[in-house]
Each structure stands twice: as C-alpha cells, then as structure tokens.
C-alpha cells in the first residue's frame, strides 16, 4: 500500500493507492461553521475500508464533515486482519473476508462464511458504541468496495434499527437466502448505495443487483449513479454522504 499525500491551499488533494482498489477524494478547505444546536446528540460513524487498505489511510474523511451538526460525532476507522485473498493468488494482505475473483460481479462467487464472520466483529463494535450510551438510530456505518459489502451485511443483520448504512462502490456479499434472516428492525435502517459507472473493479453492473434485491425484502435503498466515475470516492459522493447522515441524525430530546 502507498499512501501519498499533497498539500496544496486553498485545496488539498489526497491519494490513496492500495492493492486492488485506489481511493481518490479532494477535500476542499472548510470555512468557519455556527455552533452546533445544543439539541444534537452523540452519533457515531464507522467508515469500513477497501481490499489491502488500512482504517488510518481513511480517517482524512472525516475531515470533509464540518456542519456543525458532526461536532458530537465520533469516528471509527478499524482495519481488516490480514488474510489469504484468492483474487491475488493467495497473497496475505488486510482483507475482511476473501474474495475470489477480481473483478467483481453480480454473480461472483461469494465467501458467506467469511462475510458473518467479519459482521460479527462489525456489530461488536456497534454494540460497544451503543452500550456507551449513543442511540443506534444515531449510528451509521459506512464502508468502500469490500468495506461497503460488509456495511451492507452488517447493517441488514443487526438486530435494530440503525441511522444508517451507505455503501461506496460495493457489491451483495451473501446469497438471498440472507434476506430471510433479516429482522424487522434491521429492515428500517435506510440505505444509501453509491457507484460509479465506469467502476472496472467493482462493476457498475455488481451495484445493480443490490438495490432490487433489498426492495423485493422491504428495506428502503437510494441508488445513486455518478456516470465516468470508476473505482473510487469523489467529492460529490461525500458531499452527497454528509447531508444524506445530517438530516437522519436524532435529537437528544
């Protein structure tokens, strides 16, 4: 993985490269913000990275929030474990789960065992935000390529309501007999799916399958499609992702 950072005012520009996946956002200098409403209360956002990435190359993101409505936000940026990934010949890298074929497409074979396995460490880390005293309406998991395949597991399979769950470039993970498992509150937590068009790692086509698979069950998906766009974050996907987990946060009355 190589990280490269270029500092240039008033805009600076950070790339982020790692093994299968590349990561490009621009970040524009924020202007001073009014003071937050008393009224807002402590939320979290757990941003899950891509394929050989780690969660320290990604916390930069954070810096794009600046409404005054993030000032009680806490951020998470965990990284993967290392394992074995079959789509590079068995090179050990972080990964949360193997995938087996790159790239990657609707009917890709999937690693479901690996997927609950990861899900499993995800809602720990929900459960222990939570237990501190935040509100799940107030938590929103995030998460980029693989990132965004186990956000979206992870939101569908916890057993309440969350704030959210947005998925940047991502893919279903495990087979539709998943939906069955899906409990009633976890059917409430809104989903916000995210692609670029010209995607050749994830295609575009791989995004596509998601949405009509989570309406057939019940859960309300917005699909947004960023045409010339290929395997990576851009401005107005962030842009679109503060405002998106803005108007969803809870008060504390």
Not at 228 to 249: C, D, F
């Amino acid at each position: 993985m190589k990280v490269l950072f270029l500092l240039a005012k008033p805009i600076a520009l950070v790339a982020i490269t790692f093994t299968s996946t590349s990561l490009l956002i621009l970040f524009f200098q924020p202007h001073p913000s009014p003071q937050r409403p008393d009224s807002m209360a402590r939320s979290f956002v757990l941003w899950l990275h891509g394929l050989g990435d780690s969660g320290p190359a990604n916390e930069p993101i954070k810096t794009f929030f600046t409404s005054p409505e993030f000032r009680n936000t806490s951020w998470s940026f965990p990284s993967a474990p290392s394992n074995r990934v079959s789509c590079n010949r068995g090179a050990v890298m972080p990964s949360w789960f193997d995938i087996h074929e790159i790239p990657v497409a609707a009917e890709s074979p999937k690693d479901e065992n690996g997927v609950l396995k990861a899900v499993q460490n995800v809602h720990a880390m929900i459960d222990k935000e939570v237990a501190s005293g935040t509100n799940p309406e107030n938590v929103f998991v995030c998460g980029f390529s693989q990132g965004g395949a186990l956000t979206l597991a992870s939101v569908l399979l916890y057993p309440r309501t969350l704030g959210g769950g947005a998925i940047f470039s991502g893919w279903v993970p495990f087979n539709s007999s998943i939906v069955e498992h899906i409990q009633p509150d976890a059917k409430k937590t809104p989903i916000l799916w995210s692609h670029g068009m010209a995607d050749g790692t994830v295609l575009f086509e791989a995004g596509q399958a998601g949405p009509p698979l989570l309406e057939q069950a019940g859960i309300s998906c917005e699909f947004k499609a960023y045409p010339g766009l290929g395997h990576s974050i851009s401005n107005a996907e962030l842009q679109y992702l503060e405002s998106w987990i803005k108007t969803r946060l809870q008060s504390s009355s």
